[in-house]
């Protein structure tokens, strides 16, 4: 997926053909229904943001520059209609009492989550992360999951890099506590 390729189609529908805007949406309906079916956790109302996330990008198009990623572009606009479709929802976030997690328990947590099997894994972090308020559950699976640098989540969720640092430690921080109480503690203490 070139950024190339990409900008050939955002031409050609930035010069009034909308029939190429088919082939962004077909390219990257997966990964904007994924983010936002993570985000709100509900097959209805991820399906309802992607088609407004899209709507949105093809209105908005004009204001793709092109310093970043076609991808990471719409990443941002995914990721802001979701935000916004929960406050609508005023979905209500598990409180996590984070003061006892040190670096120590993340890198024993961390290490325990690499020595499971893959499927496993996800699967147990990705119940985790669900468990988390919105901005810091998306935050974790652009990192997890969709593998962004720090770069890209920055211009996605508009966060300065050093922020987004802090952001990051203090939502791992959150997951650990939380995957402490969701993992048997014999099978953490194993990788510690």
């Not at 985000?39 to 908005?60: G, P, S, W």
């Not at 985790?128 to 996605?156: G, N, R, V």
């Amino acid at each position: 997926m070139t950024n190339t390729n990409d900008q050939y189609y955002i031409t050609k529908i930035l010069a009034g053909d909308a029939q190429a805007y088919t082939f962004l949406v077909n390219r990257y309906k997966d990964m904007v229904f994924t983010l936002a079916v993570r985000m709100l956790r509900n097959k209805e109302e991820a399906e309802e943001v992607a088609q407004d996330a899209f709507v949105k990008a093809y209105i908005k198009l004009d204001k793709f520059k092109g310093d970043a990623k076609f991808s990471t572009w719409l990443y941002k606009v995914v990721y802001n209609t979701s935000l916004d479709k929960l406050k609508k929802l005023k979905k209500n976030a598990l409180v996590v009492p984070i003061e006892n997690v040190t670096e120590r328990n993340l890198h024993t947590i961390d290490n325990a989550l690499e020595q499971m099997q893959d499927k496993e894994r996800t699967a147990a972090i990705q119940e985790c992360i669900a468990l988390l308020p919105a901005d810091e559950s998306a935050l974790l699976t652009l990192f997890y999951f969709d593998e962004l640098s720090l770069k890209e989540i920055a211009k996605i969720t508009a966060t300065p890099v050093n922020n987004l640092k802090v952001k990051l430690f203090r939502s791992r921080k959150k997951l650990a506590a939380i995957i402490e109480t969701r993992i048997s503690p014999e099978i953490i203490n194993i990788y510690g």
